[in-house]
């Protein structure tokens, strides 16, 4: 089984040693939906949630994910998913939501 750690952020996140064996992708193996490279800013080692979706590059299939994530701080009088609201999707069917709670 391949472990795939994968770090996302809205905002900076402190970066942590890895698992041992894992594989740690960094904006050089995403690509955007149509192909071109990942045009998400990387601040500190750490990639940034931009504009559009970004899929990798290679596929993988039976693997172990871990994210890390930091939401923006909500605006005042936000509410449901006017709040800070992203999510992941996994193998381009399931989607984890992340959500200001």
Not at 10 to 21: D, N, S, T
Not at 33 to 38: Q, W
Not at 89 to 96: A, H, N, P, S, T
């Amino acid at each position: 089984m391949k472990t795939l750690t994968l770090i996302l952020s809205v905002l900076v996140l402190g970066q942590e040693k890895a698992p041992e064996g894992a594989t740690v992708l960094d904006a050089s193996q995403f690509v955007h939906e149509d192909g071109k490279p990942c045009s998400w800013p990387v601040t500190d080692g750490v990639l940034e949630v931009g504009k559009g979706s970004v899929i990798t590059k290679e596929k993988y299939q039976d693997f172990q994910m871990h994210v890390e994530f930091n939401l923006a701080e909500s605006p005042e009088g936000a509410k449901d998913q006017g709040r800070s609201n992203s999510g992941v999707y996994i193998q381009r069917r399931y989607e984890v939501q992340i959500l200001d709670s």
